[in-house]
């Protein structure tokens, strides 16, 4: 039945979009599918390597099982951010506009652009008009406004009808300029053509681009765009920047630089828009649009499109709110000891500060505050609105608890709305972009810069390392190796120059007495990189050398099944890495100096939510908003010729079937070329076989030579003994 073969199409390994065999098409659905694809896949490769020790060692995978977990946290909370991207729930329901921010912002940005592809065709329409009308009635615009006025000056005429000539000359122009003022865009864009430059991660741009091309590849040649794509953070401004002119379309993927990994990049992006947006021509410049998580603008820009966090936060990140809680915290006690404010308002910061106080004493503090002040409903609404951050983020348990707690609270809330009338309410981990501290690219680079320097505590006042701090960091570090050489020669008890399984569980257990045996036996395995059962000097001195939070992540419980394999379960963290530092005191979380190195350890899992997550977000983002500028376009012509000028903005001109790679080689000499292998290898085969055959013969005939020689052999021997028996009686007789 119909419900059967819908079974077997979701189980098949071929995905498709209805569209036919025609890949020139404009592929959206069918990319972001296949990225999703290769997310999966790559989790069950990474679980299969991870699953063996074998195979971790033998491939020096870098992965771990907690980069895994927070891979697959992110994958789930995907689906949220895109769908206020695209402004439909994965059930096919249109979400609400409170919701679709993101979608509403790409929209209007899609009609914008639309319109500037639009103004010549616009102003080709008015032109028309104008003309007809003119010519038709015999009074054109300067001289119907003389002729009006009463002027009857021969030689003043003169200058009317000049005026109506100039009037006709540049009448595309002038209606070109009405229209951008009326429309509220910039005036002094070149009145040519427009060209789309898509700047993001090579696979992001490249497949934007096939899509925004292929969108106008059927489109009329006065509503035609010049598309072209390129890296941000490596060759987009030596192949694009002396191609930028006034009205020049810039679309740029920012990566979220509030990641400590991803910072540097998301500068090099950001650096790139602003030295392509700097250049000038009579006051105007390319209008450039950024498209990413950092919801910081840049001054060059003429939009910025932010997309929602959707994803607890990384300890970077939580590093950096608490240094800002911290100088929230002493910019309100500053102004309350300076005084000059009126009761109320002490009161509400008095209240802040003893909330983002971690003492004993803040309970006290907060209700003497609270049962002396008549606005303790005003405080609470200020700290929800300046401090969400102070909020942790629901975990995925807490999110299904609060939509029904199966997994598919999206749909029985969608059902309970629809049944009520209310629409429904989604708990989502995200924070509010309008009321969190917005850093710029460089901002973050300096704030994890000085991160750094705090911890490495070597650098002087002017930000270069002293060659004292130098000598003494090498003196530290030749102690202690030679500190860890003591230590593995005392756990060595028989002195074999490897630490076997027993001698380093007894051993380390008495310098970690808090870590149990299951866990120093992980450790053991993890650090044992030639499986040898036994560690050498140098393991054991890469293992005490490892970060804080690479040695809690071993001793966590395993996520293995009974057959060993491992069973990737979302992370349910308020923010990654909470587990690991909840023995951090909250009040030094921010200052302390080994969370530096332990944000290190997270740099990789960075590094996936980019190329995984937050790049398909950004490419659906691009799509969104190059589909409105197709279909805007569509629909212009449409709209004026009553249907007569319409055309399917989802095909294009080409006709072909299966994509294959042009080659610079003709058939014919590929055909010789093919014909001269083939009779080479039979020959080649023909003098092997030969060549066997031979040796063959060969072997033969020796065996058959040697056959002969022994039987020659044997006959003498037998004839010799014959003689001497027929010799031997005579003799006797004689004597």
């Known amino acids: 039945n119909e419900d059967d073969h819908m079974m077997l199409l979701f189980n098949s390994r071929v995905f498709t979009t209805d569209v036919g065999l025609r890949p020139a098409e404009p592929c959206s659905v069918s990319v972001a599918a296949t990225q999703q694809l290769l997310t999966c896949i790559f989790q069950h490769i990474a679980i299969i390597i991870l699953s063996n020790q074998h195979y971790r060692h033998a491939s020096g995978a870098v992965i771990t099982e907690h980069d895994l977990r927070i891979l697959e946290r992110c994958n789930q909370d995907n689906l949220h951010a895109l769908e206020e991207i695209v402004g439909v729930d994965y059930f096919g329901n249109m979400i609400t506009k409170d919701q679709a921010k993101a979608e509403k912002e790409l929209r209007d940005a899609g009609r914008v652009w639309a319109d500037h592809i639009l103004e010549n065709a616009r102003a080709y329409i008015i032109t028309f008009l104008y003309i007809m009308a003119t010519v038709i009635s015999g009074y054109p615009l300067a001289s119907a406004i003389a002729k009006g006025a009463g002027l009857v000056n021969s030689t003043a005429w003169y200058f009317v009808k000049l005026l109506d000539a100039l009037i006709y000359f540049y009448l595309p122009q002038i209606n070109v300029l009405i229209i951008r003022v009326i429309q509220r ?14 700047a993001d991660i090579p696979w992001v741009s490249q497949a934007a681009d096939a899509f925004l091309s292929k969108i106008f590849a059927v489109s009329y040649s006065i509503a035609g765009l010049n598309v072209l794509s390129g890296n941000p953070s490596d060759h987009f401004l ?13 679309v740029c993927g920012r990566p979220d630089g509030r990641l400590s990994a991803l910072t540097s990049l998301e500068a090099s992006c950001c650096l790139s828009v602003n030295q392509a947006s700097s250049i000038q021509s009579i006051g105007s410049t390319a209008e450039s649009i950024t498209i990413g998580h950092n919801p910081f603008k840049l001054p060059l820009s003429a939009r910025g499109i932010f997309l929602d966090r959707h994803r607890p936060l990384f300890l970077c990140e939580k590093m950096l709110e608490k240094i800002d809680a911290e100088s929230r915290r002493k910019r309100t006690r500053l102004d309350l000891s300076m005084g000059g404010q009126s009761t109320s308002r002490r009161k509400r910061q008095t209240a802040i500060v003893a909330l983002e106080d971690q003492s004993e004493h803040r309970s006290s503090v ?3 505050v609270l049962a002396t002040s008549g606005v303790p409903t005003l405080v609470s609404k200020d700290i929800n609105e300046l401090w969400p951050g102070m909020r942790k983020s629901p975990t995925i348990h807490e999110t299904k608890a609060s939509t029904g707690g199966t997994g598919t609270g999206t749909q029985g809330q969608t059902l309970q709305a629809k049944k009520s009338k209310v629409p429904p309410v989604t708990t989502r981990p995200t924070l509010n972009v309008a009321t969190e501290k917005r850093r710029s690219s460089t901002a973050l680079l300096g704030a994890y810069t000085n991160l750094q320097k705090n911890a490495e505590k070597c650098l002087d006042c002017s930000g270069h390392i002293p060659t004292q701090n130098l ?14 050489r003591e230590i593995f020669d005392r756990l060595d008890v028989n002195e074999d120059g490897a630490l076997s399984r027993d001698e380093f569980v007894a051993g380390y257990h008495k310098l970690k007495p808090d870590l149990t045996k299951d866990q120093l036996m992980r450790i053991f395995d993890e650090c044992d990189v030639d499986d040898n059962g036994s560690l050498s000097l140098a393991e054991f001195i890469h293992m005490m050398k490892l970060p804080q939070m690479d040695i809690a992540y071993m001793c966590e419980p395993s996520i293995r099944d009974e057959y060993g394999v491992i ?3 979302a992370s349910d963290e308020s923010y990654f890495g909470e587990h690991v530092m909840q023995g951090v005191e909250q009040s030094q979380f921010a200052q302390n100096p080994a969370l530096t190195g332990a944000t290190k350890s997270q740099d990789f899992a960075q590094e996936l939510y980019e190329s995984r997550i937050a790049s398909m977000q950004r490419f659906v983002a691009m799509t969104v908003m190059f589909h409105e500028m197709g279909r805007r376009v569509e629909a212009f012509f449409r709209k004026m010729s009553f249907g007569l000028l319409g055309y399917r903005y989802d095909r294009t001109h080409s006709i072909m079937r299966i994509a294959t790679t042009a080659s610079p080689v003709s058939g014919a000499d590929v055909r010789e070329r093919m014909r001269v292998l083939q009779m080479l290898k ?3 085969h023909s003098v092997h076989v030969i060549s066997i055959a031979y040796i063959r013969y060969r072997q033969n005939k020796e065996k058959r030579r040697l056959s002969e ?5 044997l006959r003498r021997s037998n004839t010799d003994d014959t003689i ?5 009686p005579s003799e006797e007789s004689s004597h």
């Open 185 to 198: 865009r910039a005036i002094r864009h070149r009145m040519v053509g427009r060209t789309v430059v898509i």
């Open 238 to 250: 030596h192949r694009h920047t002396h191609r930028v002119v006034r009205g020049t379309l810039i």
């Open 366 to 368: 907060l209700n003497d």
């Open 471 to 484: 000598i003494e960091s090498a003196i530290a570090e030749r102690k202690w190796n030679d500190g860890l």
């Open 567 to 569: 069973q990737v379960r």
């Open 682 to 684: 039979k020959i080649h």
């Open 709 to 713: 020689l022994e039987q020659i052999a």
């Open 724 to 728: 001497d028996i027929e010799s031997g």
